[in-house]
């Protein structure tokens, strides 16, 4: 059985300029764990892979690369039912989604406990970063007050510049659901940005 590669680099993964029938043939023999076929899915994707997963998890979350890996391997776990509704690229990037909304769900559930024991005094809050590190930091510190879910259409959509139809497709998600969470998540953001600026 071929083993997805252990992510060396953080290439850009782009796709290529390849047909949409060469990508699912290169997807169905990956599926069969040629290796070759593997190693290029791996490299065509990764990237993109990689950035929807951090922006999701946040850039320094230790799970990440796992998470990178889990995707593709469920991506050949599961290329023999892809129906090519969409690009192999954003099939690959709904489940990266999926993934990493999973991750990031469990981690919001331990960390609102964390929140209810300090407060409680059974525990300690965790020490904040500092916010004067660059504006990368600042803007995925800014994305930590959205709940998962608004987080995941937040990036999608006002990122990586996906429609709400196509983060539906990713995500398994009904339009006005997806809508209602870009509402709360831009109101969140707003609410933060004057507190910021108010303190």
């Given at each position: 059985m071929a083993v997805v590669p252990k992510m060396a680099s953080l290439s850009l993964g782009e796709e290529s300029g390849s047909s949409a029938s060469s990508e699912r043939e290169l997807l169905r023999r990956a599926g069969?764990?040629?290796?070759?076929?593997?190693?290029?899915l791996y490299r065509l994707h990764v990237g993109r892979v990689h950035r929807?997963?951090?922006?999701?998890?946040?850039?320094?979350?230790?799970?990440?690369?796992?998470?990178?890996?889990q995707v593709f391997m469920a991506a050949l776990d599961g290329a023999e039912g892809f129906d090519g509704r969409s690009s192999v690229g954003s099939w690959l990037l709904g489940i990266?989604?999926?993934r990493a909304l999973d991750e990031a769900r469990r981690r919001w559930r331990r960390g609102r406990w964390s929140s209810v024991t300090?407060?409680?005094?059974?525990?300690?809050p965790s020490s904040r970063p500092d916010h004067h590190v660059g504006a990368r930091d600042e803007a995925l510190e800014a994305l930590s007050v959205l709940?998962?879910?608004?987080?995941?259409?937040?990036?999608l959509h006002e990122v990586e510049g996906y429609t709400l139809a196509e983060i539906r497709e990713m995500t398994g998600t009904g339009i006005s659901t997806l809508h209602a969470r870009l509402f709360a998540a831009r109101k969140k953001l707003d609410q933060a940005s004057h507190a910021a600026e108010a303190s």
């Open positions: 069969l764990r040629q290796e070759q076929a593997v190693r290029e929807t997963v951090v922006r999701v998890l946040g850039r320094t979350d230790p799970d990440v690369e796992d998470v990178v890996q990266a989604t999926r300090a407060l409680v005094g059974l525990g300690r709940s998962p879910d608004q987080r995941a259409v937040f990036v």
